[in-house]
Every structure is written in C-alpha cells, then in structure tokens.
C-alpha cells in the first residue's frame, strides 16, 4: 500500500509505518526560472507563476519529521513569494543553504510554499522525541534552532529563526511537508483539517501580539483598535479581545467586510471611508493627522476613551495613523506591513506621549499550544471563509493579494473533500457547528477572484 493510500483510509500507525513513501509529491511551488516574469509589470497577478506539480521528496534531518497534509491556507507570504516582492524567496533559500549540512536540501529550482499546514505526521527522524507516527498535528510557522542559546528564553529571539514555506522549502501547500519536530501543535480533535489549518500562523500571531507576556499585555477592558478586523489576522484578533474581556474596535473596508466583523464579535465597527484611509494615505503627514483624529472622534463618541492598544498589520497607509490614535502611554503591536514596509509617522506622538511600538512576529511553541488550547476550549473558533482545492492556489492566492476574501482561505491538500479529520464529534457538538463556522456564509466562489 502507498503511504497516500494509508493515510487516506485512516490506517493505524503500524500500517503507516509500513506504507511506501512517494519518491515524489504534488505542491503548490514557484520556479527559480520564473523570478524574471514581471517586471515593471504594475499588476503581478499571482497565477502567473504559482504552479502546482510535482516535486522530489527529500530526506528527512534527524530533528524532522514527515507530515502527510491533509490542509493548508494562504497566508500574505505566499503572495509577497508568488511576487518575487520585496526579493524573490530563492535568495532566502540560497542563504539557508550557506549553512551546510542538512540546510542545502532547501536550495532547490523549485520553492514549495506554505506557511500553515494541519495533518498526519507518517515518517520522524531519528532523533524525534515526544511525537508518534499517526499523530494528528499542526504545524507552527516558526521554524528555530533549539541549539540556539537565545531560543532558551524565547524560540522568536534567535538570529536564524525562519518562516517555514517562506524562508524555507517543502512548505505546507503540498501533499507532504518537511518541519521540525519543535513545530508541531496538538490538532484540536473536535476540528475539520480544513478548519484547524487556519490556526498556526494568523491565530498564533495574534495571540502572540495580544496575550502573551511577550506582546501587548491586554487585559480586561482594553479598548482595542483593531485594522483590517475581518481579515485572517483580525478576525482572531477580534475574538481574542472579546474572549479576554476587552472591547474591539475593527477597522474594515467594505458593509460586507462589516457584518463579518460584527458577527465575530466587534462591539465597533469603522468603515475605513467614514476616515478617508486608503493604500497611499502613509506617505502624507497631513492626511495621516486628519485621518487620525476622525477615527479618534469616532472610537471616543461609541466607548469613551481612546484604544488603549492598536492591532497593526497593515504598515505605510495605518502605522502613522495608529501612532496618533493610541492613548497615551497606549501600545502599537506591530507585525506586519501588507501596504509597504517603510512608514513615516509624527515621532512627537510617540515620545511625548510615552507610547510604545512593539515588534511582534509569529508565535513559539508555547504559544501556539496554548493558543490551540483556547479553541478546544471553544472560546475561540476558526475564522476560515473560502476552501480550494490545491489544484486552485493561484486562484486563492489571488483572492488574497486582492484583499477580496474575509476572514482565511483554506486549501484542501490531501484531504479529498472539506469536513474530515474531527475525532472529538462529542465536543464537537457541544459547541455547535454553526459556532464554529462564523465566517462561512462569506466564503467567495473562485470566480471573484478573476479580475
């Protein structure tokens, strides 16, 4: 029997074990041939070069394991990757390559991509501990080195922390995925694979920017201004401020974009025209000040008092708007920049009002175990909208470089059809299957992603 086969009729870890690998698998990837293909081209449409096809299957690193994917979901990476933008990700792979020794594997013509993966794990390497053949895992889009000495005090601090499908190869949008051992999060048993694979790397960040020791600190009644609150990132930021006892306050582009985020939980919702906030207002100190103080006017009349934290992705249209707008002594959590990466902001806002800018990135382990902990819990569920097929990617991907999705986009890898995987039916039940899809009834038909 092939290790496909086995997977796919649920066999028991013996038989798993027994199973023969492929030599090869299908993945969604990016050729080191097509880094040219845009250009000064002004719309790199990412279909144009996100293939799915096959690719070797490498050996494992005695710290690894195989995991047989069932799902995956688009992360902003895949579309920053498909672009080549701001350098093509086959710089990142020939750097890690420089290493040596198992490293080299990933500096291959091809680039599997994939931050996000949820599956079996069916092969380890020899000095994998803890993990058994058969158990059913997510996989943490922080890939660190636990020989690191940083990394003993937190496994984001070390100098050669990588993003796993962006930095690395054999990424999570394929058949089969490469991670380490030090990556693998408990699946919550009472989820679909589609639905768990939204988690790792949305749901963990924002735990990480909010909860964490290492982030922001909410704590109840936090008022919380939260950009872009029904995207992938915001819609678990939203929960996580409600679920926490705090007040969100989202910031969304569309009255569609608005119900999603009132269905999640935001006790205010801002439609970025009601402050005149677009792709380009960051490079402009005076729209950002005029901006500012609308969206300050508006938070003060519906709560009473300015955001005590901002939730900051978005980068050149917001960051300055979001330096402006926290309270004083307030905190900007910033781990992204999906609009450009260099912002410009009135610095006396910052220093005269002892505000705060905390750098936040992904999660560590502990983290995002007990960020899974809180779904099992049911205070948090799944923020997935849309499913693909993987044979589809460019069309999802595109529907996210677009900003045309809500909440994540799930892809459906080895998993033949959406709804399996769940091996706690009694929770799941419990806590409703409606209430664990808020955002499904917002899922876009691949054809919105067609310009």
Not at 58 to 84: G, I, Q
Not at 113 to 122: I, K, P, Q, R, Y
Not at 403 to 423: D, E, F, Y
């Amino acid at each position: 029997m092939s290790l496909t086969d086995a997977v796919l009729s649920g066999a028991c870890p013996d038989d798993l074990e027994r199973a023969t690998p492929p030599s090869h698998f299908t993945a969604a990837h990016l050729r080191v041939e097509d880094e040219g293909t845009f250009g000064d081209t002004e719309d790199k449409d990412v279909r144009r070069t996100l293939r799915v096809g096959e690719v070797p299957m490498p050996e494992l690193a005695p710290d690894e394991v195989l995991v047989a994917v069932m799902a995956s979901s688009v992360n902003y990476n895949t579309v920053w990757s498909a672009k080549f933008e701001p350098v093509s990700t086959f710089r990142f792979l020939r750097s890690y390559a420089r290493q040596g020794g198992w490293a080299t594997r990933h500096d291959q013509p091809f680039h599997v991509l994939g931050s996000d993966a949820a599956g079996v794990v069916v092969r380890m390497g020899s000095g994998v501990r803890r993990r058994r053949i058969g158990d059913h895992v997510l996989v943490n889009a922080a890939r660190v080195d636990d020989q690191e000495p940083a990394n003993q005090a937190d496994g984001m601090l070390g100098e050669h922390q990588l993003a796993w499908g962006y930095e690395t190869n054999y990424g999570g949008l394929a058949h089969y995925a490469i991670a380490r051992a030090s990556q693998l999060i408990p699946k919550p048993p009472h989820l679909t694979w589609e639905e768990a694979a939204t988690i790792p790397a949305c749901a963990g960040t924002a735990y990480r920017m909010l909860v964490s020791d290492r982030g922001a600190r909410m704590k109840q009644g936090d008022v919380v201004l939260i950009w872009g609150a029904s995207g992938g990132l915001g819609a678990y930021a939203v929960q996580l401020v409600r679920n926490g006892g705090g007040i969100a306050v989202g910031v969304v582009g569309s009255e569609e974009k608005a119900a999603a985020a009132r269905k999640l939980g935001c006790d205010v919702v801002v439609n970025r025209r009601e402050i005149g906030v677009g792709d380009d207002e960051g490079g402009d100190p005076e729209l950002t000040l005029k901006a500012g103080k609308r969206l300050g006017r508006i938070i003060r009349d519906a709560v009473g008092a300015d955001p005590d934290i901002v939730f900051e992705h978005v980068g050149r249209s917001t960051f300055g708007i979001s330096v402006f707008v926290v309270k004083r002594g307030g905190t900007v959590v910033t781990c992204g920049s999906s609009t450009g990466y260099a912002h410009q902001f009135d610095n006396r806002y910052l220093w005269m009002r002892l505000k705060r800018v905390i750098g936040s990135h992904v999660a560590n382990l502990q983290e995002q175990v007990e960020c899974a902990r809180l779904f099992t819990l049911g205070g948090v569920v799944p923020a997935l909208s849309s499913v693909f097929p993987l044979d589809e990617i460019g069309e999802a991907t595109r529907l996210v470089q677009l900003n045309r999705h809500i909440g994540k986009v799930g892809v459906l890898c080895l998993a033949p059809s959406p709804g399996l995987g769940v091996t706690a039916p009694e929770l799941r039940a419990r806590i409703g299957a409606e209430a664990l899809n808020p955002l499904r009834e917002f899922a876009a038909h691949p054809s919105t992603a067609i310009d």
